[in-house]
């Protein structure tokens, strides 16, 4: 369905579509090329790229303000993320955004509180590739309203940077290029038949049984795209060359899958409690989730070798969140699982908390035991603990990501922090003869 909107308050239910002239491809990863510059044209919002998400976009011609919801569909996740274009804006005048949390709900559950889809800065883009923070946002009632003064016809607004399976991709194809230590793959194909990418990372001779294993995965709901940037943090530094990271190579065998959900993350869904449940609550006997089986399968080889060493599932936790990690009750585990992962814990706090500009992060996690959620043994990192080796360490990072610092340099930061705290645990173990 096309629509074009020039008209002031006209209201956009579904994706929404400028024409643009034929040389212009409207795929969401480089801005419109319809207005020249200082051009002021009708300001126009295309959704019809990859991971966008708006509903009942309103624009106000006069005031150049748009007004407008996250999309998605509820029975896909939470209808949290939001992410479009703005065409048609005359370079250096000031564009509102008013924005308000999801009506849309699954049967009769009220609608998502609207904190989940609000962060206090918006984020922004000119190109599609470096993304900014917004100054903070203003309430007023039901909205949320950000002012921007973009020095350029078309920018990119989202709830945080964009990390879509096509980011990911690219970002594996050129580090598959550049690093003789890396090879990018493929996990699995999704129910929807999309490529989930999966980097595979050792150095040198040392065999399989050699090595230590280490499983990193992010997205498994859609909206967390910061957990992405943190897995591609942690990819960057494990090729950089830090001799840290090339023990880590030389002495592990390193997965990492940047996006899990790859559908509701192409899709602009959400993800988290997506029916029949979401990948963080299908880690059972019989996953519904291509990626969960996929993931599991290699997991499962891993655990069979005696070789599980680090599993660990990225995420971004609620609104007013600092950065923590989340464990299983400890009466549930045995030694030296929980010496193990307490000291993991320490090691990751000290790294991350020493980034500057900070991140903030808690050093006391939070449990997920059956008190949490009533699936609670399909968490991800809850079935690798409980189904892992004694030595195993499995553990979900939750990153915060309503903060000033929660941008893309401050998400790899993290990730980068995190694999040298894998490094520093490993470096503890006894070496695999
Ligand atoms: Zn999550």
Same mark, same amino acid.
């Given at each position: 369905?096309?629509?074009?909107?020039?008209?002031?308050?006209?209201?956009?239910?579904?994706?929404?579509?400028?024409?643009?002239?034929?040389?212009?491809?409207?795929?969401?990863?480089?801005?419109?090329?319809?207005?020249?510059?200082?051009?002021?044209?009708?300001?126009?919002?295309?959704?019809?790229?990859?991971?966008?998400?708006?509903?009942?976009?309103?624009?106000?011609?006069?005031?150049?303000?748009?007004?407008?919801?996250?999309?998605?569909?509820?029975?896909?996740?939470?209808?949290?993320?939001?992410?479009?274009?703005?065409?048609?804006?005359?370079?250096?005048?000031?564009?509102?955004?008013?924005?308000?949390?999801?009506?849309?709900?699954?049967?009769?559950?009220?609608?998502?509180?609207?904190? !989940?889809?609000?962060?206090?800065?918006?984020?922004?883009?000119?190109?599609?590739?470096?993304?900014?923070?917004?100054?903070?946002?203003?309430?007023?009632?039901?909205?949320?309203?950000?002012?921007?003064?973009?020095?350029?016809?078309?920018?990119?607004?989202?709830?945080?940077?964009?990390?879509?399976?096509?980011?990911?991709?690219?970002?594996?194809?050129?580090?598959?290029?550049?690093?003789?230590?890396?090879?990018?793959?493929?996990?699995?194909?999704?129910?929807?038949?999309?490529?989930?990418?999966?980097?595979?990372?050792?150095?040198?001779?040392?065999?399989?049984?050699?090595?230590?294993?280490? !499983?990193?995965?992010?997205?498994?709901?859609?909206?967390?795209?910061?957990?992405?940037?943190?897995?591609?943090?942690?990819?960057?530094?494990?090729?950089?060359?830090?001799?840290?990271?090339?023990?880590?190579?030389?002495?592990?065998?390193?997965?990492?899958?940047?996006?899990?959900?790859?559908?509701?993350?192409?899709?602009?869904?959400?993800?988290?409690?997506?029916?029949?449940?979401?990948?963080?609550?299908?880690?059972?006997?019989?996953?519904?989730?291509?990626?969960?089986?996929?993931?599991?399968?290699?997991?499962?080889?891993?655990?069979?070798?005696?070789?599980?060493?680090?599993?660990?599932?990225?995420?971004?936790?609620?609104?007013?969140?600092?950065?923590?990690?989340?464990?299983?009750?400890?009466?549930?585990?045995?030694?030296?699982?929980?010496?193990?992962?307490?000291?993991?814990?320490?090691?990751?706090?000290?790294?991350?908390?020493?980034?500057?500009?900070?991140?903030?992060?808690?050093?006391?996690?939070?449990?997920?035991?059956?008190?949490?959620?009533?699936?609670?043994?399909?968490?991800?990192?809850?079935?690798?603990?409980?189904?892992?080796?004694?030595?195993?360490?499995?553990?979900?990072?939750?990153?915060? !990501?309503?903060?000033?610092?929660?941008?893309?340099?401050?998400?790899?930061?993290?990730?980068?922090?995190?694999?040298?705290?894998?490094?520093?645990?490993?470096?503890?173990?006894?070496?695999?003869?």
């Amino acid at each position: 369905m096309k629509l074009l909107l020039t008209l002031s308050s006209m209201v956009v239910t579904t994706a929404a579509f400028a024409v643009n002239g034929a040389a212009c491809v409207a795929d969401g990863t480089r801005p419109n090329c319809r207005n020249e510059p200082g051009s002021a044209g009708p300001l126009t919002v295309v959704s019809d790229f990859e991971g966008a998400s708006v509903t009942d976009a309103v624009i106000d011609q006069n005031l150049r303000s748009i007004s407008f919801m996250p999309g998605g569909n509820p029975e896909r996740g939470w209808p949290c993320w939001w992410y479009f274009r703005i065409d048609g804006i005359s370079p250096g005048e000031q564009i509102t955004l008013k924005l308000k949390g999801a009506t849309a709900s699954v049967g009769n559950q009220k609608p998502l509180a609207a904190s !989940w889809a609000t962060p206090k800065q918006a984020t922004w883009s000119a190109n599609g590739h470096t993304w900014l923070h917004t100054d903070d946002g203003n309430r007023h009632d039901e909205w949320m309203v950000y002012v921007l003064r973009p020095d350029t016809t078309s920018i990119f607004v989202a709830w945080g940077p964009p990390y879509t399976p096509r980011t990911a991709t690219m970002f594996m194809k050129a580090i598959g290029a550049t690093s003789p230590h890396a090879e990018a793959g493929e996990l699995c194909r999704s129910r929807e038949g999309r490529s989930v990418p999966l980097l595979h990372v050792r150095e040198g001779q040392r065999s399989a049984k050699q090595r230590f294993g280490v !499983w990193v995965q992010a997205r498994q709901h859609a909206w967390e795209c910061g957990s992405s940037w943190v897995a591609q943090g942690f990819a960057e530094w494990l090729v950089s060359e830090d001799p840290d990271a090339a023990w880590l190579r030389q002495h592990a065998d390193i997965f990492v899958v940047p996006v899990m959900d790859v559908d509701n993350a192409a899709t602009g869904n959400g993800g988290k409690n997506a029916l029949p449940h979401d990948h963080n609550r299908d880690w059972s006997a019989n996953p519904h989730w291509n990626e969960v089986q996929a993931a599991q399968r290699v997991v499962s080889e891993l655990i069979e070798a005696g070789r599980m060493d680090v599993f660990l599932d990225l995420h971004n936790p609620a609104p007013g969140d600092s950065s923590f990690f989340y464990v299983l009750p400890q009466e549930l585990l045995q030694e030296p699982m929980v010496r193990l992962r307490n000291r993991f814990i320490d090691l990751t706090y000290n790294r991350i908390s020493r980034i500057k500009p900070l991140i903030p992060m808690s050093n006391k996690p939070k449990i997920t035991g059956a008190g949490y959620h009533p699936l609670w043994r399909q968490i991800s990192s809850n079935w690798v603990a409980m189904n892992g080796n004694p030595h195993t360490v499995s553990l979900c990072l939750e990153t915060i !990501w309503n903060y000033t610092n929660s941008t893309t340099d401050g998400y790899r930061a993290v990730g980068a922090s995190l694999a040298a705290a894998v490094r520093d645990h490993l470096g503890e173990q006894t070496a695999r003869e």
